[in-house]
């Protein structure tokens, strides 16, 4: 069993509230990765890091923001939500030289 | 990272053996070909991962020629609950090479359903 957690796993929040969606892992894994994904469409990459004080901005263009601090947490924040970040983001962790990935349960954003 | 190309959907029986076929033409000398399963709502699991001929685990099978520029997932007797989306992912991370070298960047994978 993987252990990485996200919290909360819903949030139904108002537009305009800053929020953060935590993400820990046990594991000790150096890489980390947020992703992005809407029901039934393609996961997209927003933002990964390669370890402490390394934060990368994915594929996909987020307003997001990130930090790594520590090794075992990789927090995403939202300044100020919008209706159109509402969707799924999912938290993934994975060791050195072509290890496998390892999801945590997701948070299912709602802004309204 | 090389691109891969996979097709966006299958239907199988149960009990038939599926094969998905993944393309991956620009693949680098140390890329190895990895392989996730997602299901709807949930994060996508590792599956199997190779670098050439064939791997086989409790799960899977993954063929890959000796060209490399093309591999073959295969799921023996697939079941109901093997209906989800597949993944195809080749890189290499074993080295810091730029800011890009440590993506995990998946595309749009294989819709596999399984049909009773």
């Known amino acids: 069993e993987a252990d990485i957690y996200q919290t909360p796993r819903y949030l139904v929040i108002g537009t305009g509230k800053k929020i953060t969606l935590e993400c820990s892992q046990t594991m000790g894994h150096d890489k980390m990765y947020w992703y992005q994904q809407d029901p039934g469409m393609e996961l997209h990459l927003i933002h990964y890091?390669?370890?402490?004080?390394?934060?990368e901005k994915g594929d996909l263009s987020s307003e997001s923001t990130v930090s790594r601090i520590r090794t075992e947490h990789f927090p995403l924040t939202l300044e100020s939500a919008r209706p159109s970040h509402t969707s799924q983001y999912l938290c993934?962790?994975?060791?050195?030289?072509?290890?496998?990935?390892?999801f945590g349960q997701g948070t299912r954003l709602t802004v309204v | 990272l090389a691109k891969t190309t996979q097709p966006i959907s299958m239907d199988s029986y149960e009990g038939q053996e599926v094969n998905i076929t993944c393309s991956h033409n620009?693949?680098?000398?140390?890329?190895?070909i990895t392989w996730y399963q997602q299901f709807p709502s949930q994060g996508p699991r590792f599956i199997i991962q190779g670098y050439k001929t064939k791997v086989t685990n409790e799960v899977a099978s993954l063929f890959i020629p000796a060209d490399r520029k093309s591999s073959t997932l295969s799921l023996p007797r697939v079941s109901l609950s093997d209906t989800a989306v597949y993944y195809c992912l080749v890189g290499d991370t074993s080295t810091y090479s730029g800011a890009g070298s440590y993506q995990l960047t998946f595309g749009k994978g294989t819709k596999l359903s399984v049909i009773p």
């Open positions: 620009n693949i680098a000398t140390n890329d190895y």
């Open positions: 993934a962790s994975r060791g050195t030289i072509n290890t496998e990935a390892f």
């Open positions: 890091s390669y370890g402490v004080n390394s934060t």
